[in-house]
């Protein structure tokens, strides 16, 4: 061995760990009902948010990204597996789970993090969980190797007595609800001081990337706002022109830029895919407290535009150009990138309904033309193909007890019309019988798996 040799050893034996990381990290960042109003980067005249802002201006900003669902438990559901939450069970009726909810995520259902630890991985989630409080359900039995947050959302487990309209209130009373913060299943502070719960999360999350910096890891971060009721820190409460909610969303931002902060400052940045996105649409019924869709009609709740399309936002410096694009996309997408990351193969014997973003993401190329599916728990609603979208069923998000069905379906061009106002089914004809095809064959391939939401 010469001597040219002997010091390259000697200097790759002293670099950091994250020096010598080859397979990437993955951050998942996952808001609970933040509308596609809600951020600067998305149009809000009222809400700061620079360190979103920022993470827009350097990765790729998507304008027609989709949630999987219009609602908590099967977006969550969608987003770890890849797959429609009616092939895992997980929608139906009652919507979400509940403390009191018999089912959870399937045990079979293979998520990213079960894919990625069997690559490796570090595995992690921070925040709310709610997809399952039962054995074979629980963050531990579903891949991620540590959990630190809460079971479900923060509206439940209320005290008896609470006074009617205290979720949505401006003030609402911090002892309202005994859900319990947890890690690794065991319960840590009940009720969780929801006050802390944003900084806490994001403590623990740059522990994590620190502790971890040599790769790979997962992290799964699932943010509890800005769902209702509403808390923000002292240091961010009062601060915000749009009230409390301005206030969580504004440390929501300040949590992204400190995880950002972390992988720049722990030089692992340019090895690490972070991607924003939400659950749903904004919570509309809760007036002050519901947030904003921006143009796009209703919120969650709905398969209207504003009840599952989100924002989405994904930043890997030196990987991914800044830029903006109107490619059709979604949580379900994130699997098959994740995976496709991670040079781990697909899961065998599974239907995926996601397809891998690595050539929109890194080489700018288009995606495959591909239908978009709108589910109302396990009903087909809507479906969109290139800028046209379909109505065979609407329903508002709360409020209206039965869904009205069309025939022929409403149609809406969303390059034109994103705010859906204008039907123009009686013009076209020949993409109502588009869509329907599409339709047809994407129900030939879907098993309803067993109901979770009981």
């Known amino acids: 061995m010469n001597l040219h040799t002997l010091l390259l050893l000697a200097l790759l034996a002293t670099l950091p760990p994250a020096a010598a990381a080859s397979k990437p990290n993955i951050i998942i960042l996952f808001a609970d009902d933040l509308g596609y109003g809600d951020l600067g980067c998305y149009g ?20 027609d990204f989709y949630s999987a669902a219009e609602v908590c438990t099967p977006s969550r559901a969608a987003l770890l597996t890849g797959r429609l939450p009616i092939r895992s069970g997980m929608c139906g009726d009652r919507r979400v789970l509940f403390p009191n909810s018999e089912g959870g995520l399937p045990p079979a ?44 959302s923060n509206d439940m487990d209320a005290r008896p007595g609470l006074p009617k309209g205290s979720t949505g209130s401006p003030n609402p009373p911090h002892d309202g609800w005994n ?38 890891f997962f992290l799964y971060m699932p943010h509890t706002f800005p769902h209702v009721p509403m808390f923000a820190s002292p240091a961010f409460r009062g601060k915000n022109r749009a009230g409390i909610f301005g206030d969580a969303v504004e440390e929501l931002d300040w949590s992204v830029g400190q995880v950002l902060e972390a992988l720049r400052s722990e030089g692992i940045a340019e090895n690490t895919l972070v991607f924003f996105t939400s659950d749903n649409g904004p919570w509309l019924i809760m007036g002050d407290q519901g947030g904003s869709a921006g143009l ?147 129900q030939a391939t879907v098993v309803p798996g067993v109901p979770q939401l009981k």
């Open 296 to 442: 796009l009609k209703d919120g969650k709740g709905s398969t209207w535009e504003g009840g599952m399309r989100v924002p989405g936002i994904a930043w890997m410096p030196g990987r991914i150009k800044p830029g903006v694009t109107s490619q059709l996309a979604s949580t379900m997408d994130l699997l098959p990138t994740a995976l496709a990351l991670a040079e781990t193969p697909l899961p065998k014997g599974v239907t995926l309904d996601g397809t891998d973003l690595a050539p929109l993401l890194f080489d700018s190329k288009p995606l495959p033309a591909r239908p978009f599916f709108y589910y109302r728990g396990d009903q087909l609603f809507a479906c969109r193909v290139g800028e046209w979208k379909a109505h065979f069923k609407t329903q508002t998000g709360y409020g209206q007890p039965k869904a009205d069905a069309h025939e022929p379906p409403l149609l809406f061009h969303l390059g034109r019309d994103p705010s859906e106002k204008r039907d123009v089914a009686a013009e076209h004809p020949e993409v109502i019988a588009e869509i329907h095809e599409a339709v047809k064959q994407h």
């Open 44 to 63: 809000s005249p009222v809400i700061r948010t620079p360190n979103l802002d920022r993470m827009a201006a350097e990765g790729l900003r998507f304008t």
């Open 109 to 152: 259902e293979i998520t990213i993090a079960e894919a990625l630890k069997e690559k490796g991985y570090a595995t992690m989630q921070i925040g709310k969980w709610h997809l399952g409080i039962h054995e074979g359900s629980r963050p531990l039995d579903q891949g991620f190797d540590h959990q630190f947050g809460l079971p479900y």
């Open 179 to 216: 859900v319990a913060l947890m890690r690794d299943g065991k319960v840590v502070e009940q009720p969780a001081d929801q006050t802390t719960l944003t900084k806490r999360y994001t403590a623990e999350a740059v522990k994590f990337i620190r502790e971890k910096k040599g790769g790979p």
